[in-house]
């Protein structure tokens, strides 16, 4: 009997979702064929057992589904037995949330692989070791990670795995191998649901694009196809970096984004699967960011994608704390408190928090054009000032002082209100040469006026508009909305 890779001791299986144990069987005799009534799988824990008599195919694979469980922070015992006797066992795994984190270097991101004796990664200077986020130390946070080998079509585990035979607990030495982002935004999920396991299971691979996570790629086949049946929580997505190199990949990026998460919830057979992604954070040296930016934001509403619920970007052009020179910048903090805010407010069927979304732009009466946003994100519209250093950060709320927190509340110094007008906004007509103008919050639109000086009398010949729409933009005042997040930036037609 063989188990997928990944089933291992210390794993952690979702919670309220049906559990399934899966591998292949055979005897060592050909002739002699399995009884699928005879093979079954108990999980126990006490007196508390659940087991499942399993499914058998021809090729030998088979599954036991078990009843869904609840959450625990003490352990299960899982064995797998033939005829009643034990053929597998795993002594101890456990019950609660679990994510899939994928993608590129920005999620990959850890202190082993990015960080000892690579001055580029620092920047030659430009962030020391004290300003990377400090390991995440929670026993109840457990993970696995997919090594860089695509050889075979089974879930290929890192060394750190490898050798220790086990899904690891984050601690001061096995979080130097685990992605910041993630151990960032389980510390946000921990602290809310602190009788609630996370479990990771990290895929991201550096300098990939997305053409190779999608069906037909090889990360796909390796990494994600033999999650199959294996039910999780939510999936996190950070990548982009590379498709921004090109022009082609970077037109091409929208589809193949709306593609990747209908496969992936399809792999884990929920069509609602929470699926939350990064918008590129600010960086100079690729032509087309911005434009991949554009993909981000316009998958959310692509109609290709089969459930658009339970799909949200965060923005992140404000949180580098300064170091958007570099690819890798600063933030990963922030990020994990966005993206548990979003998840949270899924998980209690609330109001989801974005920046403000452009819905759309059009021309009014008097030569000025009106910009509406998503319904939901143009509440508390506001000019703020991003702070732009490394004093900005985000902890985990108290939530027995407060319980009506979220992630959101522990993020401080990100951006100040300012009076100083807003900025990034730009129009132009169908030539293409584009001209900044005014913008001006009225109630929850903007309103774009010619600029001082313009040689525009009006807008009326304007046919585009957009808004921070390059690769490494800055500005003293930028569009933020009641929740504290930026707007996404945007390029759109004037109807």
Not at 17 to 28: D, E, I, M, N, R
Request: a positive charge.
């Amino acid at each position: 009997m063989t188990l997928p890779s990944y089933y291992m001791e210390n794993m952690v299986f979702q919670r309220n979702q049906p559990l399934v144990v899966k591998g292949t069987v055979k005897f060592a005799h050909a002739s002699k064929q399995i009884d699928a009534s005879k093979l079954s799988a108990t999980l126990a824990q006490g007196k508390m057992t659940a087991s499942a008599t399993a499914k058998i195919a021809k090729n030998g694979s088979f599954t036991c589904t078990l009843n869904a469980q609840k959450a625990s922070l003490e352990s299960y015992s899982l064995q797998v037995k033939y005829d009643g006797k034990v053929v597998t066992e795993l002594a101890k795994v456990y019950v609660g949330d679990v994510f899939v984190a994928a993608g590129q270097s920005n999620m990959e991101l850890n202190y082993t692989q990015y960080y000892p004796e690579n001055s580029a990664n620092f920047g030659n200077g430009i962030i020391k070791e004290t300003d990377l986020p400090k390991p995440l130390v929670d026993k109840n946070v457990k993970f696995v990670i997919a090594d860089h080998d695509v050889k075979n079509t089974d879930f290929p585990l890192a060394n750190v795995n490898l050798n220790a035979g086990a899904w690891l607990n984050a601690d001061s030495t096995n979080s130097l191998h685990l992605s910041y982002l993630t151990q960032q935004f389980a510390l946000q999920l921990r602290a809310k649901h602190p009788n609630v396991p996370v479990g990771i299971i990290q895929t991201a691979w550096g300098g990939t694009p997305i053409r190779r996570h999608i069906r037909g790629g090889d990360i796909y086949a390796n990494h994600i196809a033999p999650l199959k049946d294996f039910h999780v929580a939510g999936v996190l997505w950070y990548q982009g970096c590379d498709d921004a190199m090109n022009f082609s990949t970077a037109t091409e990026y929208e589809s193949q984004m709306t593609a990747l998460i209908n496969q992936y919830r399809s792999v884990f057979e929920r069509k609602d699967l929470p699926f939350l992604y990064v918008q590129l954070a600010r960086w100079p040296n690729y032509q087309y960011t911005q434009n991949v930016r554009e993909a981000q934001r316009t998958t959310l509403d692509n109609a290709n994608l089969q459930d658009r619920s339970n799909v949200a970007m965060t923005v992140s052009l404000d949180t580098d704390k300064g170091t958007s020179a570099l690819i890798h910048p600063l933030g990963k903090d922030i990020l994990g408190a966005r993206m548990a805010a979003q998840y949270l407010a899924m998980e209690d069927g609330t109001t989801v928090p974005n920046g403000p979304l452009i819905e759309h732009a059009r021309h009014t009466a008097n030569g000025a054009i009106a910009l509406s946003f998503r319904n939901g994100t143009a509440s508390g519209l506001k000019a703020m000032q991003p702070n732009y250093s490394k004093t900005a950060s985000a902890i985990a709320p108290n939530y027995k002082s407060a319980p009506k927190a979220t992630p959101l509340s522990g993020i401080s110094n990100i951006a100040a209100p300012t009076t100083t007008a807003l900025q990034g906004f730009e129009v132009a007509n169908y030539s293409g040469q584009w001209q900044a103008v005014n913008a001006t919050i009225r109630g929850n639109q903007v309103l774009l006026t010619a600029a001082d000086g313009s040689t525009l009398n009006d807008l009326n010949a304007m046919s585009q508009v957009r808004y921070l729409f390059s690769g490494n933009p800055k500005y003293a005042s930028m569009l933020y909305n009641g929740f504290n997040l930026p707007a996404s930036p945007f390029i759109t037609i004037v109807e």
